[in-house]
């Protein structure tokens, strides 16, 4: 592959990029391993670092919560596979956790390049903290972008994948600092036989484009 090729950055609803990579776990076709599933594909600046360790560490102890939620984990980051394997068996030894989900070897930065995961002003030889969060049907749906020296959010990014699955699921809106248990914004009427129906609806209403409903999330 030419690694002098530019590529678009990745947009919210854009198909994601497929590609093959060398991984922990072996050698993948990242459409293959996504199908049928949600899939969080996230990157680290480089391994042996301590907030790579912790980020990484964060996503391994929330296994039971991705596998409960139907979603695959897979890290990135712009060292050799067997730099990868080192650091996994050295965070195992001294922590006593696993990472047991494939991290790719992209020491080539193509795969970096294609989800813009290389940000000159940041570094051009280390990828950002970036996370994607692609559905089922292998489309991007929400992105988030950490500098370097900032780690993530790990509660923040549990409550967004419930938070897509949801919207998914019951069709609707969720407001600010939405989270499970929360009701939920019904979208605005489209005509006036739904307004009417919305006026005489049980709904929590503050205006007739703003209700809120309670969602049954069993």
């Known amino acids: 592959m030419d690694t002098n090729v530019i590529y678009p950055m990745p947009r919210i609803g854009d198909q994601a990029p497929d590609f093959e990579a060398l991984t922990t776990t072996g050698k993948l076709r ?8 949600w899939t969080i594909l996230f990157s680290h600046p480089a391994d042996f ?3 790579c360790t ?4 964060g996503f ?7 596998n409960e939620r139907g979603a695959k984990l897979i890290g990135l980051s712009i060292d050799s596979i067997h730099a990868h394997v080192a650091w996994v068996q050295n965070v195992r030894e001294k922590t006593g956790v696993l990472f047991e989900f494939p991290i790719i070897a992209d020491l080539d930065m193509s795969v970096a390049k294609k989800y813009g995961m290389l940000q000159p002003g940041e570094s051009e030889t280390a990828a950002v903290r970036a996370v994607f969060f692609i559905d089922p049907n292998f ?20 409550r967004a994948l419930i938070a897509l699955q949801t919207v998914d699921q019951h069709k609707c809106a969720l407001p600010l ?11 605005p009427p489209k005509t006036l036989e739904e307004l009417d129906a ?3 609806s049980d709904y929590e209403m503050v205006d007739f484009y703003l209700a809120r409903k309670s969602l049954n999330l069993n």
């Open 49 to 51: 670092t301590p907030v």
């Open 60 to 66: 391994a102890k929330e296994k039971a919560f991705f």
């Open 30 to 37: 990242f459409s293959e391993y996504a199908k049928g599933s």
């Open 198 to 200: 919305r006026l005489n």
């Open 54 to 57: 912790t980020e990484m560490s």
């Open 177 to 187: 600092d939405w989270k499970p248990g929360d009701k939920a914004i019904v979208p």
């Open 139 to 158: 489309k991007i749906r929400l992105m988030m972008y950490y500098p370097l020296n900032v780690g993530r959010n790990m509660e923040e990014i549990k």
